[in-house]
């Protein structure tokens, strides 16, 4: 079974850091481009980051960029997001999502992770 | 890197049509063939229902379609089930490694 599992977030306080990982499984990882993508409550789908098969060519939305760092770890099938600097509007739920079977086709996500940002 | 717009809310009867529209521009929708759309019903992920425009998945039911023209994508949903009704999102390529969403849906079956 295709199935991707993010680490527990967490609550952190303006300004820390958090490291993010999603564990994959049923899959051939290193074969596919993954996602992260977050979800404020209450509100829409955010584009986050993308990462590709071999780890190369990140990519980040405009309010991440410099901030968070995407990376992967294709012998131990786990995705990361490093998150600094960290603000209150990075609160959101985390996804994380593979991209399979056509470009930007993510078909298969992640349940979720909280992460708080707030003193 | 400005969020697609999408109506914040559709309906329709049961058995009806209805079709949310994902209006970008130039630079994304209107500049490539990777739009997508996913359904989400609340407190779950995301699930994808349309791909590259028009393409659906398997197990994703022919009722579900999905077009462009211009700037502007859709996704029609015929024969409204109850099951439905949730959040729609679109998102596009938008060129130099960047993905954007749309401000989301919420389709309402009646």
């Known amino acids: 079974e295709v199935q991707l599992v993010e680490s527990e977030g967490g609550l952190v306080q303006p300004g820390g850091s958090l490291r993010l990982s999603c564990a994959a499984s049923g899959f051939t990882f290193s074969s596919y481009w993954m996602h992260w993508v977050r979800q404020a409550p209450g509100k829409g789908l955010v584009w986050v980051s993308r990462?590709?098969?071999?780890?190369?060519?990140?990519g980040y939305a405009d309010s991440v960029k410099g901030r968070f760092t995407i990376s992967r770890d294709n012998a131990k099938n786990t995705l990361y997001l490093q998150m600094n600097s960290l603000r209150a509007g990075d609160t959101a739920v985390y996804y994380c999502?593979?991209?399979?079977?056509?470009?930007?086709?993510?078909?298969?996500w992640g349940q979720g992770t909280l992460v708080t940002v707030s003193s | 890197q400005s969020a697609l717009t999408q109506p914040p809310s559709a309906s329709g009867s049961p058995g009806q049509s209805v079709t949310i529209s994902c209006t970008g521009t130039s630079s994304d929708v209107g500049a490539y063939n990777y739009v997508s759309w996913y359904q989400q019903h609340p407190g779950k992920a995301p699930k994808l229902m349309i791909y590259e425009v028009s393409k659906r998945p398997s197990g994703v039911p022919d009722r579900f379609s999905g077009s462009k023209s211009g700037n502007t994508a859709s996704l029609t949903v015929s024969g409204l089930q109850a099951e439905d009704e949730a959040d729609y999102y679109c998102?596009?390529?938008?060129?130099?490694?960047?993905?954007?969403f749309g401000g989301g849906t919420k389709l309402t079956v009646l």
């Open positions: 990462i590709k098969s071999d780890g190369t060519t990140p």
């Open positions: 998102s596009s390529y938008a060129g130099n490694n960047n993905v954007i």
């Open positions: 999502a593979r991209e399979a079977g056509g470009v930007l086709s993510l078909d298969c």
